[in-house]
């Protein structure tokens, strides 16, 4: 222990003072064998990256040894990345990667990109019936069944765990691209033009596919609403 | 309903444009024209605030799925970094 201490460089006897967050810092930090700043990457992201892997491979397990896989080669390529993107996307391009390595030998191949809307089998947003026809004489495609105002529900009610488990249902039940780019959006706070670029989706498709992912989320919420309300 | 000039948005159409709207990735003449119908369609409105609280809700989920990296697969890591640079 005390020889390590020693082999350390005079900087990561400070790492504490260090700013992680920006890129080229912890890159060479990284470089320098800085192991605070391989435990902040491991902080920062591994908890995302496996929620990202779930939504690709088969099972909680081959997501953790994909993402396991995914740090060993960030350990391993780290001094050839060429900063040509931020480290983030670096990391997630690598774990893409492993993830389709991995679902081809489970025979559960996942295709990023080809997913169009019109084949998700999701629907419109509100069924048509929510509207009235287009034939009608003053107000076509208006509401005949306007939706519930959520705001008179009970505060605790959008609070409740159970709330967030149908949220949690309703996204493990959309198809693989439509989860990874909610979960990217919504839940890991990623920018349009991230998503974009990580998923090799044009910016029309990936809100497309995001709002069809909301819709379904809301649709759950909806309908688990009225149940515990009537 | 709407100012002379600009057509109304159905709500039927709306519904589906409410991320774009939100992402900001309309043309100023349709999110005029949605505007004007916001203003107009208590119904509308709801769903525009559903999609917030839809949004809201969903990136809570972070915080409840707490996920620790398991503590021999961190020591595994860690070695693996730290024999990177030994070697």
Redesign the interface.
């Known amino acids: 222990m005390a020889a390590?201490v020693e082999r350390r460089r005079w900087w990561t006897v400070a790492a504490e003072h260090i700013d992680y967050s920006n890129d080229s810092t912890l890159v060479e930090q990284l470089r320098a064998?800085d192991?605070h700043a391989?435990?902040w990457l491991?902080d920062r992201y591994?908890?995302a990256l496996?929620?990202l892997a779930r939504t690709f491979v088969a099972t909680a397990a081959s997501a953790?040894e994909v993402v396991?896989e995914t740090?060993?080669a960030v350990?391993?390529g780290i001094d050839r990345f060429e900063r040509r993107s931020s480290l983030k996307t670096w990391i997630y391009r690598i774990l893409m990667n492993k993830a389709r390595t991995r679902g081809v030998r489970d025979k559960r191949a996942v295709v990023f990109s080809a997913m169009s809307p019109a084949t998700d089998g999701l629907g419109?947003?509100?069924p048509?019936d929510r509207?009235l026809p287009p034939d009608h004489a003053d107000w076509?495609?208006?509401?005949a069944v306007?939706?519930?105002?959520?705001?008179t529900l009970p505060p605790e009610r959008?609070?409740a765990?159970e709330?967030?488990a149908e949220?949690?249902n309703a996204?493990d039940g959309l198809p693989p691209t439509h989860r990874a780019v909610?979960t990217l959006r919504?839940?890991?706070?990623w920018s349009?033009e991230e998503v974009c670029d990580l998923l090799d989706l044009t910016?029309?498709n990936q809100?497309v596919l995001?709002?069809r992912a909301?819709a379904r989320?809301?649709a759950a919420?909806?309908t688990y609403f009225e149940a515990v309300t009537t | 309903m709407t100012e002379p000039g600009l057509p109304d948005v159905p709500c039927q159409e709306f519904v589906e444009l409410v991320t774009e709207y939100l992402d900001g990735a309309l043309t100023n003449d349709i999110v005029a024209r949605i505007d004007a119908h916001l203003g107009e369609c208590p119904g509308c409105r709801r769903v525009l605030a559903q999609w917030g609280e839809v949004i809201r809700v969903t990136g809570r989920l972070t915080e409840t799925e707490v996920d620790h990296l398991d503590p021999d697969t961190r020591s595994e890591l860690m070695t693996a970094f730290r024999r990177r640079q030994s070697s």
């Not at chain 1, 919504?186 to 706070?189: H, I, N, Q, S």
């Open positions: 390590r064998g192991e391989f435990a491991l591994d908890s496996r929620r953790d396991q740090w060993l350990i391993e419109p947003t509100f048509p509207f076509p495609g208006h509401w306007e939706p519930s105002a959520w705001e959008l609070e765990r709330t967030l949220v949690r996204i909610i919504d839940l890991d706070g349009s910016p029309a809100r995001l709002h909301r989320v809301r919420l909806e």
